[in-house]
């Protein structure tokens, strides 16, 4: 960053470890439920949409949870086959306290204790006070704030304001080596600090959460369907793409299409929307699949499934 008064917060929280080695960067997707070992940065995706969200970035020698909605009887195992035992996970960044982002925080530090949930004290409170939480959930916080960063492991993270209408709302830039990261999920439009973050992204997860045209058809009554649409609310499809083409860099490897509709999005839908978008300046697409054909593209579009796991992505 080049923010003057850019600071780093460092939390010591595996002072053990060693130095990660230098990765070549590589477009490899993998089957979750494939074993296997490396030692670059990864992604998963355990569940993605309203019903729940949580994903995985890090790297073998330990990372970070992305949100917190998915049992958790859904994501360990599937870390674990992939190589990630529970003692790797170090933390939980949240992007905002809504349930389907937050619902198995606590139970996920009462089993695992040496996990620390990274949030704001904003979010803390709003999560205390919107939903049945134990209040001893506050012994797992560590307090981060809005572009301050913070260390975990080898990652520096730096949360950022979103356009939601949670108590508190975030995306989040992470630095791993030469890669970055950016999670900008849950957001009714993308605001120029959000713009900022997201324009750095080696790896960018954007939600795609709706198609204009089957929202307005759609059975949502009209109070819901102002509540998606509104400033505070979802990000539309075109809206997605159009920001992916017009902040297009030939650093861009992953877009990760997250927190699709159910009932006003498909995942062909959002891709194609996605593609399409980036086609018209000439930038070449693969699916993420990783396929003979795919690999070589210029970009990879992939849009996590709503109620299973993604591939295991090796990032880095």
Same mark, same amino acid.
């Given at each position: 960053?080049?923010?003057?008064?850019?600071?780093?917060?460092?939390?010591?929280?595996?002072?053990?470890?060693?130095?990660?080695?230098?990765?070549?960067?590589?477009?490899?997707?993998?089957?979750?439920?494939?074993?296997?070992?490396?030692?670059?940065?990864?992604?998963?995706?355990?569940?993605?949409?309203?019903?729940?969200?949580?994903?995985?970035?890090?790297?073998?020698?330990?990372?970070?949870?992305?949100?917190?909605?998915?049992?958790?009887?859904?994501?360990?195992?599937?870390?674990?086959?992939?190589?990630?035992?529970?003692?790797?996970?170090?933390?939980?960044?949240?992007?905002?306290?809504?349930?389907? $982002?937050?619902?198995?925080?606590?139970?996920?530090?009462?089993?695992?204790?040496?996990?620390?949930?990274?949030?704001?004290?904003?979010?803390?409170?709003?999560?205390?006070?919107?939903?049945?939480?134990?209040?001893?959930?506050?012994?797992?916080?560590?307090?981060?704030?809005?572009?301050?960063?913070?260390?975990?492991?080898?990652?520096?993270?730096?949360?950022?304001?979103?356009? $939601?209408?949670?108590?508190?709302?975030?995306?989040?830039?992470?630095?791993?080596?030469?890669?970055?990261?950016?999670?900008?999920?849950?957001?009714?439009?993308?605001?120029?600090?959000?713009?900022?973050?997201?324009?750095?992204?080696?790896?960018?997860?954007?939600?795609?959460?709706?198609?204009?045209?089957?929202?307005?058809?759609?059975?949502?009554?009209?109070?819901?369907?102002?509540?998606?649409?509104?400033?505070?609310?979802?990000?539309?499809?075109?809206?997605?793409?159009?920001?992916?083409?017009?902040?297009?860099?030939?650093?861009?490897?992953?877009?990760?299409?997250?927190?699709?509709?159910?009932?006003?999005?498909?995942?062909?839908?959002?891709?194609?929307?996605?593609?399409?978008?980036?086609?018209?300046?000439?930038?070449?697409?693969?699916?993420?699949?990783?396929?003979?054909?795919?690999?070589?593209?210029?970009?990879?579009?992939?849009?996590?499934?709503?109620?299973?796991?993604?591939?295991?992505?090796?990032?880095?």
């Amino acid at each position: 960053m080049n923010d003057p008064e850019h600071k780093l917060i460092t939390f010591d929280v595996d002072g053990n470890d060693t130095p990660a080695s230098t990765i070549t960067p590589s477009n490899t997707a993998i089957h979750p439920e494939s074993k296997h070992t490396h030692k670059g940065l990864c992604f998963i995706s355990f569940g993605s949409g309203s019903s729940g969200n949580c994903a995985y970035l890090g790297t073998q020698r330990g990372g970070i949870l992305i949100d917190a909605g998915i049992d958790i009887d859904n994501v360990f195992p599937v870390l674990e086959r992939n190589g990630i035992k529970p003692d790797k996970v170090k933390g939980i960044i949240l992007t905002h306290d809504h349930q389907d $982002h937050v619902r198995y925080a606590y139970r996920i530090v009462r089993k695992y204790k040496h996990i620390r949930i990274y949030c704001t004290m904003r979010l803390m409170k709003g999560m205390l006070r919107k939903h049945n939480i134990s209040s001893r959930v506050q012994d797992y916080q560590v307090a981060i704030y809005k572009e301050i960063p913070f260390r975990v492991m080898d990652m520096e993270i730096t949360a950022f304001e979103t356009s $939601h209408d949670g108590s508190d709302n975030m995306g989040f830039h992470i630095q791993w080596e030469d890669e970055c990261f950016v999670v900008g999920s849950d957001m009714g439009i993308i605001t120029p600090r959000a713009e900022h973050y997201m324009a750095l992204a080696n790896h960018l997860m954007i939600e795609s959460n709706y198609n204009h045209e089957m929202l307005e058809g759609g059975r949502y009554p009209e109070i819901l369907k102002d509540r998606v649409r509104g400033a505070v609310g979802h990000l539309d499809n075109a809206v997605a793409a159009q920001f992916v083409a017009d902040h297009y860099d030939k650093r861009l490897q992953h877009v990760f299409l997250c927190h699709l509709s159910n009932d006003n999005n498909t995942p062909d839908i959002a891709r194609a929307t996605m593609r399409e978008a980036l086609e018209r300046i000439g930038v070449s697409v693969g699916d993420g699949s990783n396929a003979v054909g795919q690999r070589d593209c210029d970009v990879q579009v992939y849009a996590l499934p709503r109620f299973a796991p993604s591939l295991w992505f090796v990032l880095a």
